[in-house]
Nanobody, 125 residues
Framework: QVQLVESGGGLVQPGGSLRLSCAASGFTLDYYAIGWFRQAPGKEREGVSCISSSDGSTYYADSVKGRFTISRDNAKNTVYLQMNSLKPEDTAVYYC??????????????????WGQGTQVTVSS
């Protein structure tokens, strides 16, 4: 059974850091493009970052560029999202997702077939 499980969310003060993890079971993560999306209350889900399986290339939304870093640990079948210099506007539920058809990642929600349950990130003083 294909499953993605996010962890690492929590409450952090502005300027703080969190590292989100996306652990896969039932399939090998490094074969697929992996994306991180987030959804804040009352807002649409938006793309944050993704990493391609073909060449490991990465993409970041402008709002997180320079602050967030996506990486993968193939031995652990896990993808990470390191989030630094967090801002209150980063508050959202963060989801990881897998695109099993395209090796190059795109920040299009409809491209991703598998989704985790999400992990809450709250940035507040």
């Amino acid at each position: 059974q294909v499953q993605l499980v996010e962890s690492g969310g929590g409450l952090v003060q502005p300027g703080g850091s969190l590292r989100l993890s996306c652990a896969a079971s039932g399939f090998t993560l490094d074969y697929y493009a992996i994306g991180w999306f987030r959804q804040a209350p009352g807002k649409e889900r938006e793309g944050v970052s993704c990493i391609s399986s073909s060449d490991g290339s990465t993409y970041y939304a402008d709002s997180v560029k320079g602050r967030f870093t996506i990486s993968r640990d193939n031995a652990k079948n896990t993808v990470y999202l390191q989030m630094n210099s967090l801002k209150p506007e980063d508050t959202a539920v963060y989801y990881c997702s897998a695109d099993v058809y395209q090796p190059m990642c795109v920040m299009t929600i409809s491209a991703y077939e598998y989704w985790g349950q999400g992990t809450q990130v709250t940035v507040s003083s």
